[in-house]
């Protein structure tokens, strides 16, 4: 795998030699009472065995205090720089003892109530934590050694921290979940490296070299990965159903890489398996981009697109043309989508669940009338900021999806009672109702909402001028709602 990564990155030209080192600088030896001549073959024994065979990886900064005392010290030049890496260790080694030392030793300690447990009980609990704190757990002994590893534990890698070397976490803690099954991690499904901003495309190529069963992977917030390292990880990883790259700003595209589209067979199509792609913040994205992945992610089902501020009505065009089958959509602050994108949102029907328009300051009644009429069994529509939006449409709105469930309308400042006494008649089934900063809203159509909608759970009516009388109306009908307000006469 080293020798696949330096071919491939030319800077990463000695990982093997790399892994040695951290192995050799970070090994623990449990000092023991014997002879010096034993102690030393144990400590080389140690060596030859972990240069041989990859040992599991500590993840954690080396100015914890765990590694202040003599079983946590390491020597490497890692601690000089104060970063944090992925430290390589042998299995905690058994206490070598001489026969006759045995019979003058102190009586042996009660053992420790943890250790009664049995062996599934122990996994479960390991089960419950997150990756760095594994690790740490099979430096403690050979029996946790050998639990902390059960392949049971790893269908999840979760990394977070913005100073952790993600890249070298992730190749050692793959090496030795490739123990068993050489070159190939097949039951890591749930990569979350969320918020790493040292993770790179290095990284990504690892998990797409070693892990063939991927179905969940996680990099928000990395904006040091590429388009090249995405497209490995989807065209190696043929189950793949959830990636989010959000706030990856290099990341413009999400395709096959060429040697993938030419080996695929005409029935397979170049198609990826991905259902769930995030978006957000990937600010570089165009619609030539968006027709990519349209084009070649034909099963999407949820597809968030905020603040992806390039994109225009044509992009979503394309995305209804490839994607059918999509129940979430959002494209909130995408200023340049219009009632003409709207329209062609609406061509997706009863299969759209949940649409976000927030802030898309060009829609008004034309293109809501458009997604009432067509999206009949739409729960969820967030319309905050969008000015041009009137009672007019809310009417429409609220007699064709009567199944609405949430529904946020704040900074519409032409919606006024009217229109909620028209979703008050209709829409019985409303929980969730925002109404900020509605100038036009007064108490009267509040009072009309909480006589009609028992289940309402959230109103957000700040900065509306609304009576303290009015709230408590609201309180009395619908006693699970928890009101937002801005009143101070109101508690």
């Known amino acids: 795998m080293g020798a696949n990564n330096g071919k491939q990155y030319g800077s990463e030209g000695k990982g093997s030699s790399s892994i040695s080192s951290d192995v050799s600088s970070s090994t623990d030896h449990t000092p023991?009472?014997?002879?010096?001549?034993?102690?030393?073959?144990?400590?080389?024994?140690?060596?030859?065995?972990?240069?041989?065979?990859?040992?599991?990886?500590?993840?954690?900064?080396?100015?914890?205090?765990?590694f202040q005392n003599g079983r946590g010290s390491s020597t490497s030049s890692s601690s000089i720089t104060g970063e944090t890496v992925a430290m390589v260790h042998?299995?905690?080694?058994?206490?070598?003892?001489?026969?006759?030392?045995?019979?003058?030793?102190?009586?042996?300690?009660?053992?420790?109530?943890?250790?009664?447990?049995?062996?599934?009980?122990?996994v479960q609990i390991f089960s419950f934590l997150p990756t760095n704190q594994l690790c740490r757990c099979a430096r403690v002994c050979r029996r946790w050694y050998n639990l902390a590893w059960d392949p049971r534990l790893w269908r999840t890698i979760r990394l977070t921290g913005e100073t952790i070397n993600v890249d070298r976490a992730?190749?050692?803690?793959?090496?030795?979940?490739?123990?068993?099954?050489?070159?190939?991690?097949?039951?890591?499904?749930?990569?979350?490296?969320?918020?790493?901003?040292?993770?790179?495309?290095?990284?990504?190529?690892?998990?797409?070299?070693?892990?063939?069963?991927?179905?969940r992977l996680e990099v928000s917030g990395c904006y040091n990965i590429s388009n090249e390292a995405v497209f490995d990880v989807v065209s190696l990883c043929p189950n793949l159903e959830h990636l989010d790259v959000s706030g990856c700003s290099k990341v413009t595209c999400i395709s096959l890489t060429r040697e993938a589209s030419i080996k695929l067979s005409p029935l397979h199509g170049k198609q990826i398996s991905i259902r769930y792609l995030d978006m957000?913040?990937?600010?570089?994205?165009?619609?030539?981009?968006?027709?990519?992945?349209?084009?070649?992610?034909?099963?999407?089902?949820?597809?968030?697109?905020?603040?992806?501020?390039?994109?225009?009505?044509?992009?979503?065009?394309?995305?209804?043309?490839?994607?059918?089958?999509?129940?979430?959509?959002?494209?909130?602050?995408?200023?340049?989508?219009?009632d003409f994108g709207l329209r062609e949102i609406a061509k997706l029907e009863s299969r759209l669940r949940y649409l976000s328009i927030a802030h898309c300051g060009r829609v008004t009644d034309v293109g809501i009338r458009y997604v009432a009429k067509y999206c009949s069994k739409l729960r969820y529509l967030n319309a905050r900021g969008c000015e041009g939006i009137t009672d007019h449409g809310v009417e429409y709105l609220a007699k064709n999806c009567t199944k609405l469930k949430s529904l946020d309308i704040g900074k519409c400042p032409l919606v006024?009672?009217?229109?909620?006494?028209?979703?008050?008649?209709?829409?019985?089934?409303?929980?969730?109702?925002?109404?900020?900063?509605?100038?036009?809203?007064?108490?009267?159509?509040?009072?009309?909402?909480?006589?009609?909608?028992?289940?309402?759970?959230t109103l957000n009516v700040q900065d509306c001028e609304v009576s303290v009388e009015a709230l408590r109306f609201v309180k009395r009908h619908c006693k699970r709602c928890v009101i937002e307000h801005t009143n101070p006469a109101f508690f």
Do not use: W
């Not at 001489?98 to 447990?117: F, G, M, T, V, Y």
């Open 32 to 66: 023991t009472k014997a002879q010096k001549n034993v102690a030393t073959s144990e400590d080389s024994d140690l060596s030859m065995r972990t240069l041989s065979t990859p040992s599991p990886a500590l993840i954690c900064p080396p100015n914890l205090p765990g």
């Open 90 to 122: 042998s299995p905690p080694p058994t206490r070598l003892t001489h026969p006759l030392i045995r019979l003058a030793s102190k009586p042996q300690k009660e053992q420790a109530s943890i250790d009664r447990l049995p062996d599934h009980s122990m």
């Open 170 to 215: 992730l190749k050692v803690l793959t090496r030795r979940l490739c123990q068993d099954t050489p070159n190939v991690c097949l039951m890591l499904e749930t990569v979350t490296v969320s918020g790493c901003r040292r993770l790179t495309d290095r990284g990504l190529y690892t998990i797409a070299q070693c892990c063939p069963e991927l179905r």
């Open 280 to 338: 957000t913040d990937c600010f570089v994205l165009e619609d030539e981009g968006l027709h990519t992945i349209a084009a070649h992610c034909t099963q999407l089902t949820h597809l968030y697109l905020r603040r992806c501020v390039r994109l225009t009505d044509e992009g979503l065009r394309y995305l209804v043309i490839y994607c059918a089958s999509i129940k979430e959509l959002s494209v909130s602050d995408c200023r340049f989508v219009s």
């Open 416 to 457: 006024s009672d009217t229109g909620l006494e028209c979703l008050a008649l209709n829409c019985f089934n409303l929980k969730r109702l925002s109404l900020k900063s509605c100038e036009s809203i007064t108490g009267q159509g509040l009072q009309i909402v909480a006589a009609n909608c028992f289940d309402l759970q």
